[in-house]
């Protein structure tokens, strides 16, 4: 059987001489700084969700410091040795309470990445490959999405589907669908004149085939690294959704977003109780942001060439 041509033309040479693709994305990657500062970020963030049930002094929904509280006043930083962070108005430490709450971040996240990740795959690739009347019906679709706002997008599901986390992840997932759909198709359109497909598709292989084995594997780079930097943007989103009241879960569960809800009362005697969430909710976005434009520039043709 005849071998392929390669679908990456000059570049894909360049790269397979020095090593395969990707090993050349991944030596790009380690030369870059802010590569660098995003994997720590994001590494710390990912480290302290999974151990939050080791690394946090009490446990998510305890409030140990009930006797402390007072009607005009909570204790801050440093004021109690036992809450290093201080306390918040349902007697939480707030140490233990961003902790869970990084875990929690972690999980709606990653889940609402990945439910907007498949979702998109799955109408990118069938518009992608299929084309004609198939890509329009799908394209148009995708565009009544694109044409409201990600975030009212998301409200809207939310208060639909109901106050629970599980409704906050369908619906952060639903609005990520179209980036990834138009992403995805995009690519597809690129590699469908390619040279390896004309090949395969010569040598008798069918849609549904020259689709999995070749169009889909070569186009998928740019999806992955766009769900890096929409991992960021889910962080946000959820935080954003817990804070408008569509987390559900009750007033002293700790998750981020709804640390800074019930943190507008206080912030006249305890201004750190949104401080301190919104300071981790930045940070971690700053890290999946700069790990996923690290990445995207490694990709990136026209800097590969450099």
Known sequence: ???????????????????SFWGDVFRRVRKNPAAWVGAVVVLAFILVAVLAPLLAPYPELATPGREYLRPTSLPGIGEIQEFPLGIDRFGGDVVSKLI???????IIGVVSTFFGLVGGMVLG??????GGW????IMRIVDILLSVPHLLLAVSIAAILGR?????MIAIGVAQIPIFARLLRSSMLQQRESDYVLAARTLGLGTGRVTMSHLLPNSVGPVIVQATLTLATAVIDAAALSFLGLGGGRPETAEWGRMLTYAQAELAIAPQLAFLPGICIMITALGFTLLGEALREAMDPRTRKR
């Not at 869970?100 to 972690?106: D, I, N, P, T």
């Not at 690739?125 to 299929?130: K, L, M, P, R, S």
């Not at 629970?164 to 906050?168: E, K, S, Y």
């Open 134 to 137: 198939v890509d329009t019906l």
């Open 125 to 130: 690739a069938i518009a992608g490959a299929f």
């Open 164 to 168: 629970t986390p599980l409704a906050v």
């Open 100 to 106: 869970w709450g990084a875990q929690a971040s972690l």
């Open 1 to 19: 059987m005849p071998t392929l041509p390669t679908p990456e033309g000059g570049d894909q040479t360049h790269a397979r001489r020095s090593g």
